[in-house]
């Protein structure tokens, strides 16, 4: 079901009575549809319900509203910027499919614009070889250097390189693209652990982040990729792909509530532009249908 239709459904909820058992269990169901989690879409409602009685609040709006106020203590979001005069390294982490590799190149031209003079991609999934020629084929497009070694290598030292290169230069941005094959969980949560000590090492301190990848139209397995990544190496935000007609995108609310993590980009479309600062508040918004 595309976003909007979503969206359409939930404002055609609001407009009947909200005064009866039946509208709350409704707007349960709706939320779950919605890719929120039935844990917390459960909680959400039962929190509305309380407040539009304790409160008196009644009608479309009011209650639309007081469902947003509820929905955005879940749902964080964070501007993530690198330190100038310091070396940064950015761990980008996610499964195969969610569009990493090209979020990588888009964060990489994203920041490259906004200034940032030494930007270096590190294609440390050496596991899958089109990852490295994609990563390569991004930094000539791009005009940013890649770190890259032969397929089959030890993805820390294609990070060591990539953080040695931007300390030679005196500050920068590593981003590090990494490999997401979540069905051998044991063997990339110990991976990740490894690049994740060399990350930690080689960047100055307080310069490292660890960020997480996510396909908004998976619904709730982007939930358990995001707590078995966090499990691993401890998350400091997501970016959310593939963001558009096809997304519902009650995702970032589950994760938010359930693993307190925030948003940092949202990105909607193919091209290296898109892709943007998330904002809160105008994701609420176009989940409601406001």
């Known amino acids: 079901m595309a976003r909007i239709s979503f969206a359409e459904k939930l404002k055609n ?48 709006r009011e209650t639309r509203l007081e469902l947003k106020r509820i929905l955005l203590e879940y749902v964080k979001e964070t501007e993530l910027l690198p330190q100038s ?35 270096v991609l590190a294609s440390a999934d050496t596991f899958r070889a089109a990852a490295i020629e994609q990563l390569n084929l991004h930094g000539e497009r791009l005009g940013l250097r890649v770190v ?62 660890k960020i997480l990848v996510i396909d908004a139209t998976t619904g709730q397995n982007a939930l358990r990729q995001a707590e078995v990544f966090n499990e691993a190496v401890g998350l400091d935000a997501l970016v959310l792909t593939k963001y558009d007609s096809t997304a519902k995108g009650g995702v970032a609310i589950s994760i938010g509530k359930e693993l307190n993590l925030p948003v940092a980009f949202v990105c909607d479309g193919e091209k290296y532009e898109n892709i943007a600062l998330f904002n809160a ?10």
């Open 281 to 290: 508040e105008r994701y609420i918004d176009s989940f409601l249908g406001l």
């Open 13 to 60: 909820l609001f407009k009947g009575s909200q005064d009866d058992d039946v509208f709350f269990e409704d707007l349960t169901d709706s939320l779950i549809e919605g890719d929120v989690g039935a844990k917390t879409a459960f909680e959400i409602t039962e929190r509305l319900e309380t407040v539009c009685a304790k409160n008196h609040v009644s009608g479309e």
């Open 148 to 209: 890259s070694h032969q397929h089959g290598s030890d993805p820390s030292s294609v990070v060591f390189d990539a953080a040695q290169a931007v300390r030679a230069k005196g500050d920068g941005l590593v981003l590090a693209d990494t490999a997401g094959r979540l069905h051998n969980k044991e063997n990339l949560v110990r991976e990740l652990q490894k690049i994740d000590r060399i990350c930690r090492e080689k960047a100055d301190e307080g310069c490292y982040k």
């Open 85 to 119: 005069g310091r070396t940064n390294v950015w761990m980008i982490l996610g499964v195969n499919g969610v569009g990493k590799t090209t979020s990588v190149a888009k964060m990489g031209r994203y920041f490259k614009n906004k200034g940032v003079s030494n930007v």
